[in-house]
């Protein structure tokens, strides 16, 4: 990984940005190495299209639209590198991000049975609103598994909740009984949102790289494409 900055590429895109995202630490690291990966060869790739541009443009036996079709050249292939690369992370992320919903969402044991958890979800569903979820989140937040068992290890209506918010007590149980998988959910989350952001300064990046926007760098390359064919007929 890079740990300059160089000014030819927008330091939005250099790959110690991943390590300013909020959720990573050590623990949450080794999800987003495939993002710093992306960013790193996105940075890299872009510094070596910069590069190409110097030489093409010390070569005197080339004018201006002879290096831009040369460096558009090799700037395709890395364009379509860092993509892949940015696709790739994005896509892995997406699936852990997934499995960790997964386990956050798993239902629960119940651990109170018989006339003991039919009292608890009788007593919560006797509660006004506002009683009965400050009720259900000092169960959970207190990992009180007798309580949150009898509530969330049973049917919604039992309790007087709607599914909906027995999956936000759920989802915020598990939370609390795995810190690391919340945090971990933060970060790749985070990681996304930065790949969604970021990823799309690549084609001004490298449009700045090569010297010439994309249309008018297509068009000499077809233009020199067409006169190479021509002249081999010749």
Do not use: C
Not at 28 to 52: C, I, N, R
Not at 77 to 105: F, P
Not at 109 to 119: P, R, T
Not at 152 to 162: H, Q
């Amino acid at each position: 990984m890079p740990s300059d900055i160089d000014t030819r590429v927008t330091p939005s895109l250099h790959p110690l940005n991943v390590q300013e995202i909020d959720g990573y630490d050590k623990s949450t690291a080794p999800y987003l190495a495939a993002t710093d990966t992306a960013f790193s060869a996105a940075y890299e790739g872009l510094l070596a299209v910069h590069d190409a541009r110097t030489v093409a443009n010390k070569n005197p036996a080339w004018n201006e639209e002879q290096r831009i079709v040369q460096v558009s050249k090799f700037a395709e292939k890395k364009l379509d590198q860092i993509t892949r690369g940015l696709d790739k992370a994005r896509g892995d992320l997406l699936k852990n991000i997934e499995q960790v919903e997964r386990e956050l969402t798993a239902p629960i044991e119940a651990k109170a049975v018989g006339n003991l958890a039919a009292e608890i979800r009788a007593h919560v569903k006797g509660l006004p609103t506002a009683e009965r979820h400050a009720f259900v989140m000092e169960a959970v937040n207190g990992l009180d598994s007798v309580t949150v068992g009898a509530l969330l290890g049973a049917p919604a209506y039992l309790s007087g909740v709607s599914v909906e918010m027995q999956k936000v007590y759920l989802r915020q149980y598990r939370g609390v009984m795995a810190p690391e998988l919340s945090l971990r959910l933060k970060a790749m989350q985070n990681a996304v949102a930065m790949i969604d952001e970021r990823g799309r300064l690549v084609f001004a990046e490298m449009e700045k790289a090569v010297g010439a926007p994309p249309n008018r760098a297509a068009a000499l390359r077809k233009a020199h494409e067409a006169a190479s064919k021509a002249l081999e007929l010749t």
